[in-house]
């Protein structure tokens, strides 16, 4: 069974920057490699928005919110997932998830203010 876990979450002043990581474990085998792997976000409320995508063979897609601003990418070798954030603005806050083949890591909760 495959288990995601996200990192790199926190505060960051309107204008800076985070990077979140998303590492799969478990007997995940070469499933990651196989996978499109996705960054979700949910501010308060029940709606969860993709932000972005990208496939095994590397496409990626964006939100219009966040392009020219986000950048996903992935390290197959280390099955793991990344996404580069800059010039964050206090609408970015929310909790992010990354996602794969249904399977959801727990979060991190990602803060954009004075």
């Known amino acids: 069974q495959v288990q995601l876990v996200e990192s790199g979450g926190g505060w960051v002043q309107p204008g800076g920057s985070l990077r979140l990581s998303c590492a799969a474990s478990?007997?995940?085998?070469?499933?990651?490699?196989?996978?499109?792997m996705a960054w979700y976000r949910q501010a308060p409320g029940p709606q969860r928005e993709l932000v972005a995508s990208i496939t095994s063979g590397g496409i990626t897609n964006y939100v219009d919110s966040v392009k020219g601003r986000f950048t996903i990418s992935r390290d197959n070798a280390k099955k793991t997932l990344y996404l580069q954030m800059n010039s964050l603005k206090p609408e970015d806050t929310a909790v992010y998830y990354c996602?794969?083949?249904?399977?959801w890591g727990q979060g991190t909760q990602v803060t954009v203010s004075l």
């Open positions: 996602g794969g083949a249904s399977i």
């Open positions: 478990g007997n995940s085998g070469n499933i990651f490699s196989r996978l499109t």
